[in-house]
């Protein structure tokens, strides 16, 4: 079984940038998160889809940061204009679904700098 | 609110034992997860307890008192390979995740 994929791996920009993430989650799983997780902490949930709809981005900042996943599957995360304090790696999981203590799968995430 | 606390390291013998504690406090509790995370690299799950009692795994075990808020994850026969952090999270009324800041496991020969 494929496991949950993000791309880039890495990426270096500098502030006032725009910067794009894609993630394609396990097969069939209808929940994906976007965590965000500096050095030393552990991860921040930004936004949480259940197959295309939004359940929860009360931590996302809306005024810089946006997410979509159009067709149930794959998601973006973008950041427009980027800050030097979202320097952090940016984390995709995945779930088979919500409501349930399902364990949620990551992929290998995005290391951000932004300079 | 939600705290979930952890110490920030710990240091450890190869082929020894250590417990690695974590507390929180939640007014909706679904459970406690143990994850793995070597450097770099994304978490990957090791755990979950739901009901109090330890759950045993392979050289991995975890515990969890409800009434005290305590959970611990035991690890025995400590390998290099096991230096890592070990990240406490505890699933909320909501279904999320609320994670704590890790712990950092340094094994020496």
């Known amino acids: 079984e494929a496991g949950v994929a993000q791309s880039p791996r890495y990426k270096i920009i500098e502030k006032r940038q725009s910067v794009a993430f894609w993630c394609n989650p396990i097969s069939g799983h209808a929940t994906l998160y976007w965590y965000q997780q500096i050095l030393g902490q552990g991860p921040k949930l930004l936004i949480q889809?259940?197959?295309?709809?939004?359940?929860?981005d009360s931590q996302l900042p809306k005024d810089r940061f946006s997410a979509e996943r159009l067709k149930g599957v794959d998601s973006t995360l973008k950041i427009q204009p980027a800050k030097l304090e979202d320097s952090a790696v940016y984390l995709c999981a995945s779930s088979l679904d919500q409501g349930k203590t399902y364990e949620q799968y990551f992929g290998p995430g995005t290391r951000l700098t932004v300079t | 609110g939600q705290n979930i606390d952890q110490p920030t390291e710990m240091t450890a013998t190869e082929g020894a034992i250590v417990q690695i504690n974590c507390t929180y406090q939640t007014s909706g509790f679904n459970g406690l997860f143990w994850y793995q995370q070597h450097a770099g690299e994304a978490p990957t799950f090791l755990s979950y307890?739901?009901l109090d009692g330890l759950e045993e795994k392979g050289r991995f075990s975890s515990f969890l008192s409800r009434s005290k808020g305590y959970s611990y994850l035991l690890l025995k026969e400590l390998q290099m390979k096991d230096s890592a952090s070990y990240l406490c999270a505890e699933m909320d009324s909501n279904y999320q995740l609320i994670w704590g800041a890790g712990t950092k496991l340094i094994i020496k020969p």
């Open positions: 889809f259940q197959n295309n709809g939004v359940v929860d």
């Open positions: 307890n739901v």
